[in-house]
Nanobody, 120 residues
Framework: QVQLVESGGGLAQPGGSLRLSCAAS????????MSWYRQAPGKERELVAD????????NYADSVKGRFTISRDNAKNTVTLQSNSLKPEDTAVYYC?????????????WGQGTQVTVSS
C-alpha cells in the first residue's frame, strides 16, 4: 500500500524556520521525482520544489528560491523541505508528491498534507 506521510508543519513566526518531512512507503522511492506543493486558501495548488530520483537535480519556485531547500534520503525513503526566512505568504497546506513516467503513463501519489502557518 502506497503511503506518503507529511510531518513537521505548524506555527512559525515571520523570519522563522520549519522542517517538513515526508515518509514514503509502498513503492520504489528512488525511481520517483519527489515534489513539495502548497495550497493557500482560495488559491490553486502550486509547485514549491522538486528533486530527481538520485537527488542530482532540484527545482524551486521563484517565490522560495534562496529560502527553501529540498533534499532526499533514498536509504530512509524520506524527502525533506527545509524552510527558512518564512513569510506570512508561505502560509498554506504543504503536500508531498511522488511521480514517475512509466511508458506513456505518469504515476502520481499524493500525501494528505501538513499545515504551515506563518504569523506573529
Amino acid at each position: 500500500q502506497v503511503q506518503l506521510v507529511e510531518s513537521g508543519g505548524g506555527l512559525a513566526q515571520p523570519g522563522g524556520s520549519l522542517r517538513l518531512s515526508c515518509a514514503a512507503s509502498g513503492f520504489s522511492f528512488a525511481n520517483y521525482v519527489m515534489s513539495w506543493y502548497r495550497q493557500a486558501p482560495g488559491k490553486e495548488r502550486e509547485l514549491v520544489a522538486d528533486i530527481t530520483g538520485n537527488g542530482g537535480s532540484t527545482n524551486y519556485a521563484d517565490s522560495v528560491k534562496g529560502r527553501f531547500t529540498i533534499s532526499r534520503d533514498n536509504a530512509k525513503n524520506t524527502v525533506t523541505l527545509q524552510s527558512n526566512s518564512l513569510k506570512p505568504e508561505d502560509t498554506a497546506v504543504y503536500y508531498c508528491k511522488a511521480s514517475r513516467l512509466l511508458g506513456l503513463k505518469t504515476i502520481v501519489y499524493w500525501g494528505q498534507g501538513t499545515q504551515v502557518t506563518v504569523s506573529s
